[in-house]
């Protein structure tokens, strides 16, 4: 009887092996299926609700979602295969991203949306009545130091080099009559930052967490134009992973009716939709 029952145990040992073995390709298969996709902040959000929608099912996409605070970190993981796909970056800053890291360069899939980048003051009603001297806080990222000095040019208060590029920053201002103060920030910090520093520029998404609304709140903002473009929002991947056929559906996920009427009750129709193909954003 010893014997038949070592036997026994034998063999049920070696079938738990096996259905072990099995269950682990089949979990590595389901991973090997999934994309996920990094982001932060309100666009994290989207793409939660996105993974779980029935859009996604329809397309047979099985997403997971990542949070990565950081847009450097972010960008480093998805170059390096940590993120499939992230969401969360304007078209500018992945073209500094990528002149700043060639050898872990991204490609870009689409087109996502625009959110106006807007100027906040709590002690003044206009970009006319800001004196001279005034202080403005900037964030300390170059794409976004740029972008916001394009903002500042484009109300009327300081005057830009020809060509200012996405990696220019205010050592290339060439008319200030204002003279004009900069403080450079964090830009995720600019809300609090509005309580001691009289004008400030915050990104709509770090806007939109503070209980901002860049078209209501804002003294400026920007407009949706072709001078704005390059602040177009994009989904991006690594370089090898351009041509992924899962990964571009994300972009026609995005853009479904379902999804965007979301988007746009959630947000207040701040994340203006631009369904336009790469071409749109690469021809000057």
């Known amino acids: 009887m010893r014997k038949g029952k070592s036997l026994i145990v034998t063999v049920l040992l070696a079938l738990s092996v096996i259905l072990l073995v099995g269950c682990g390709n089949q979990s590595k298969a389901a991973d090997d299926d999934t994309i996920v996709v990094g982001s932060q902040g309100s666009d994290l959000d989207i793409w939660e609700h996105i993974a779980k929608s029935s859009q996604a099912k329809k397309l047979g996409l099985n997403i997971k979602t990542k949070e990565i605070t950081d847009g450097a970190q972010l960008n480093s993981a998805t170059s390096q295969g940590q993120v499939d796909v992230n969401a969360f970056q304007s078209w500018s800053y992945y073209k500094a991203y990528n002149k700043q890291n060639p050898k872990g360069k991204l490609a870009a899939l689409g087109t996502t949306y625009l959110e106006p980048?807007?100027?906040?003051?709590?002690?003044?009603?206009?970009?006319?009545?800001?004196?001279?001297?005034?202080?403005?806080?900037?964030?300390?990222?170059?794409?976004?130091?740029?972008?916001?000095?394009?903002?500042?040019?484009?109300?009327?208060?300081?005057?830009?080099?020809?060509?200012?590029?996405?990696?220019?920053?205010?050592?290339?201002?060439?008319?200030?009559?204002?003279?004009?103060?900069?403080?450079?920030?964090?830009?995720?910090?600019?809300?609090?930052?509005?309580?001691?520093?009289?004008?400030?520029?915050?990104?709509?998404?770090?806007?939109?967490?503070?209980?901002?609304?860049?078209?209501?709140?804002?003294?400026?903002?920007?407009?949706?134009?072709?001078?704005?473009?390059?602040?177009?929002?994009?989904?991006?991947?690594?370089?090898?992973?351009?041509?992924?056929?899962?990964?571009?559906?994300?972009?026609?996920?995005?853009?479904?009716?379902?999804?965007?009427?979301?988007?746009?009750?959630?947000?207040?129709?701040?994340?203006?939709?631009?369904?336009?193909?790469?071409?749109?954003?690469?021809?000057?």
């Open 117 to 284: 980048l807007g100027i906040y003051s709590k002690k003044y009603k206009s970009v006319e009545d800001i004196p001279d001297g005034t202080t403005i806080a900037i964030a300390n990222n170059p794409a976004n130091t740029s972008r916001g000095l394009l903002l500042l040019q484009e109300a009327g208060l300081i005057t830009l080099k020809k060509g200012f590029g996405a990696l220019d920053n205010t050592k290339d201002i060439t008319a200030n009559p204002k003279n004009l103060k900069f403080k450079e920030i964090d830009d995720t910090t600019g809300p609090r930052v509005l309580n001691d520093v009289p004008v400030v520029l915050i990104s709509n998404t770090v806007a939109l967490e503070s209980g901002l609304h860049v078209l209501t709140d804002s003294i400026y903002h920007e407009k949706i134009d072709q001078s704005t473009k390059e602040n177009v929002n994009i989904l991006a991947t690594a370089d090898k992973n351009k041509n992924n056929a899962n990964y571009k559906k994300l972009v026609k996920l995005y853009h479904n009716k379902k999804i965007q009427e979301y988007i746009k009750k959630k947000y207040y129709g701040t994340k203006i939709e631009v369904n336009k193909p790469l071409t749109y954003l690469e021809n000057k």
